[in-house]
Nanobody, 113 residues
Framework: QLQFVESGGGLVQPGGSLRLSCTAS????????VGWFRQAPGKEREGVSC?????????YYTDSVKGRFTISRDDSKNTVYLQMHSLKSDDTGVYYC?????WGQGTQVTVSP
C-alpha cells in the first residue's frame, strides 16, 4: 500500500526558503507522476506543482508559484522534493503530496514575520 511521508515544513519569514520532501513507501514512484498540493486555513486544497516520470520529467506549476518553486524527484530515494524560494504569507498552509488516491499527512508551512 502506497504511503507518503512529507517533511521539511516550518516557520519562515517572508522572502525565506524551505525545501519539502515527500518520501513514498510501499510503491515505487519511478513510473508515476506525483503532485504537491496545499491547503490554507479556511480554503480548499489546491494543486501547487506536479512532475511526470523521469523519462520525461515534465513539470507543472500553478501561476502563483511560478519562478519561485521548483519540483524535482530522486527515484533512487523514492522521493519528490519541492524547493520553495521567496516565500510569501499566501504560501502558508499544509502541504501534501499525492499520487492517485494516496495522500500524505502533510507538512505545515507558515510564512510570517
Amino acid at each position: 500500500q502506497l504511503q507518503f511521508v512529507e517533511s521539511g515544513g516550518g516557520l519562515v519569514q517572508p522572502g525565506g526558503s524551505l525545501r519539502l520532501s515527500c518520501t513514498a513507501s510501499g510503491f515505487t514512484l519511478d513510473y508515476s507522476a506525483v503532485g504537491w498540493f496545499r491547503q490554507a486555513p479556511g480554503k480548499e486544497r489546491e494543486g501547487v506543482s506536479c512532475i511526470s516520470p523521469n523519462d520525461d520529467s515534465t513539470t507543472y506549476y500553478t501561476d502563483s508559484v511560478k519562478g519561485r518553486f521548483t519540483i524535482s524527484r530522486d527515484d533512487s530515494k523514492n522521493t519528490v522534493y519541492l524547493q520553495m524560494h521567496s516565500l510569501k504569507s499566501d504560501d502558508t498552509g499544509v502541504y501534501y503530496c499525492n499520487l492517485g488516491k494516496a495522500w500524505g499527512q502533510g507538512t505545515q508551512v507558515t510564512v510570517s514575520p
